[in-house]
T-cell receptor, first 113, second 115 residues
């Protein structure tokens, strides 16, 4: 079966711009979680969506937002980009039951210049 | 606050050695614990998932154990190979509320297996 697909793989943006990242979960999975990975902070939880509803949110500023569509695909948006937003953004897909584990995509590498 | 700690931070071994990676977590009320592998610049590959009711899981040369009472999990890699070189991450999850969809990760163990 197809895995978790993240697009694009790489992005270069300028400070102040905004960016949208996409994640398509495994077919049948209704939960999508987003993470930011940086060398200094490791993997940090951004938010989770289940059946188009945000169920959980991490400690990130309001510039970070997301949404989920009826087909479970999710998008993450970062507005007013800062240099510190440069990171690998990963999404994870699951059934949303909590007991089934998570499958991650290959990530989107965002560089802010 | 839930915290996950991994020891050691880095490990370099010759090919063929058996090795153990350690993971400790502060909140023993976990739902499950998952071990991942990450190659440089890539996403996470799930290795093993241990439910809170289980004591261990095995997949090929990998064996992971879970001891909730002591807040520890170990990943055992038998007969290591250069292809095992990667960063290994453990992460725990908890039930409901502010834990929906959230994994708490350790900082990882960077493993290098040299020929």
């Amino acid at each position: 079966k197809a895995g978790v697909t993240q697009t694009p793989r790489y992005l270069i943006k300028t400070r102040g711009q905004q960016v949208t990242l996409s994640c398509s979960p495994i077919s049948g999975h209704r939960s999508v979680s987003w993470y930011q990975q940086t060398p200094g902070q490791g993997l940090q939880f951004l938010f989770e969506y289940f059946s188009e509803t945000q169920r959980n949110k991490g400690n990130f500023p309001g510039r970070f937002s997301g949404r989920q569509f009826s087909n479970s695909r999710s998008e993450m948006n970062v507005s007013t980009l800062e240099l510190g937003d440069s990171a690998l953004y990963l999404c994870a897909s699951s059934l949303g039951l909590g007991s089934d584990g998570y499958t991650f995509g290959s990530g989107t590498r965002l560089t802010v210049v | 606050k839930q915290e996950v700690t991994q020891i050691p931070a880095a490990l370099s071994v010759p090919e063929g050695e058996n090795l153990v990676l350690n993971c400790s977590f502060t909140d023993s009320a976990i739902y499950n614990l998952q071990w991942f592998r990450q190659d440089p610049g890539k996403g996470l590959t799930s290795l093993l998932l241990i439910q809170s009711s289980q004591r261990e899981q095995t997949s090929g040369r990998l064996n992971a154990s879970l001891d909730k009472s002591s807040g520890r999990s170990t990943l055992y890699i038998a007969a290591s190979q250069p292809g095992d070189s990667a960063t290994y991450l453990c992460a725990d999850s908890h039930a409901g509320g502010t834990s929906y969809g959230k994994l708490t990760f350790g900082q990882g163990t960077i493993l290098t297996v040299h020929p």
